[in-house]
C-alpha cells in the first residue's frame, strides 16, 4: 500500500539557528537486492543475524524549540511528531519504572498514557496500549549495576534511523491486539493510528536524546523501505530510512520528564503526516558526569471510533 505525502508546506523549510551536528546511523541495502531483515532472538540454523549493515551520515538536529509556536507547528498530523506537557507521572512513579516495576507501569502509567493520547490526539476515541520500553544509555543495567538481559521492555537507545511500523504492521497490530474480530472490523472503518509516547525518566535529556524527521520533507517513494523484524513467535515489519539532505531533522533540547514526545508511526487517513522517521543520536562533548538518559517509550492503537457505532 502505497504512502503518499500530499501535505501542506510549512515550517519544514524553517532552518532553526540552534542546532547540533551529529551522526545518525543508517541501514544499508542488502548488496543482492534482497528485503532487510534482522532477528530479534538469536538467528536459527547459522543464518546471519541481519543482512545488513549499517552506515553513519552527518546530520544537524535542530531543536524545536527554536521554531516559533513549535507547540503548534509540530503535530502528529502536520509533521508527525508533537511535544505536549503532563506532569502527572510523580517522581516516584517515575523512579518505579526505571527500576522496570511492570506491575505499576501497568497499572499507573498506562492510564496516564492513554489520558494523554485522548487529550491531544485530535479525534482520539479508544485507545489500547499494546506494549513498552525502558531504555537506557548505559546499556541494560540495575540500579546496583548488574547486568540485565536486553528483553522487548528493556533495550538499549535505537540508535538508526526506523519507523516501527509499516502499513502491512499497523493493520496487523489491529488483528493481533484487538482480540474481538466483529469489534476489529468495526474500529477498522474509522481512523486508526499508532502513536509512541515518549518521557525521560529524569532531566534534562543531555545524553543520548531523540531525533525526528518532519515528515513533510520525507518521499516516502524514496526513503523507505520495507524490512522484516523476526521474533520466535512472529513477524513484524519496520521501515529502514535513507538518509536524504532534504530531511529536517529535530530535537528537543534539554528535554525534562513533563515534556513529552508523541511520534506517529501509522495512519490510516490520508492528506496528513503518516508517520516520523527517528532514531536516537549522540551529542558531541558531553560533559564528563553527565547523566545517563533514562526513558520509556509506550507504543498504542489510537481510533476515532470507539466500537459501539
Avoid at 27 to 41: E, F, H, N
Avoid at 247 to 258: G, I, S
Wanted: glycine share 6%; net charge negative; with cysteine.
Amino acid at each position: 500500500m502505497a504512502i503518499t505525502s500530499n501535505i501542506e508546506v510549512g515550517a519544514q523549510n524553517q532552518k532553526p539557528e540552534t542546532f547540533v551536528r551529529s551522526q545518525m546511523a543508517f541501514s544499508t541495502a542488502p548488496a543482492d537486492g534482497s528485503k532487510r531483515y534482522i532477528y530479534g532472538y538469536p538467528a536459527p540454523d547459522g543464518k546471519p543475524q541481519t543482512n545488513y549493515e549499517e552506515e553513519y551520515h552527518p546530520v544537524d538536529f535542530h531543536d524545536i524549540r527554536s521554531v516559533p509556536n513549535y507547540e503548534t507547528e509540530f503535530t502528529t498530523d502536520r509533521s508527525g511528531f508533537q511535544v505536549v506537557k503532563d506532569n502527572a507521572a510523580t517522581p516516584d512513579l517515575l523512579a518505579a519504572i526505571a527500576e522496570r516495576n511492570d506491575e505499576r507501569i501497568l497499572k499507573e502509567y498506562y492510564p496516564q498514557v492513554e489520558n494523554i493520547l485522548l487529550k491531544f490526539v485530535d479525534g482520539a476515541k479508544k485507545v489500547l496500549i499494546f506494549d513498552h520500553t525502558v531504555r537506557v544509555s548505559t546499556g541494560n543495567v540495575n540500579a546496583d549495576g548488574s547486568v540485565l538481559n536486553e528483553t522487548p521492555e528493556s533495550r538499549k537507545p535505537a540508535r538508526r534511523a526506523h519507523v516501527d511500523q509499516t502499513t502491512w504492521a499497523g493493520y496487523d497490530r489491529v488483528r493481533r491486539h484487538v482480540e474481538d474480530k466483529e469489534l476489529a472490523q468495526k474500529l477498522l472503518k474509522g481512523r486508526v493510528r499508532i502513536v509512541n509516547v515518549w518521557r525521560p525518566l529524569r532531566g534534562p535529556v543531555q545524553d543520548v536524546p531523540l531525533g525526528f524527521v518532519d515528515y513533510r520533507t520525507v518521499d516516502p517513494e524514496k526513503d523507505l523501505h520495507e524490512s522484516d523484524l523476526f521474533f520466535p513467535e512472529r513477524r513484524g515489519e519496520i521501515y529502514a530510512i535513507s538518509p536524504s539532505d532534504k530531511h529536517n531533522w529535530y530535537y528537543l533540547k534539554d528535554q525534562y520528564p513533563d515534556e513529552v514526545s508523541l511520534i506517529k508511526c501509522f495512519d490510516t487517513q490520508e492528506g496528513v503526516a503518516k508517520l516520523t522517521p527517528h532514531g536516537a543520536f549522540d551529542i558531541p562533548n558531553v560533559p564528563e558526569g553527565t547523566l545517563p538518559r533514562q526513558s520509556i517509550e509506550v507504543r498504542a492503537l489510537v481510533f476515532d471510533l470507539d466500537g459501539s457505532e
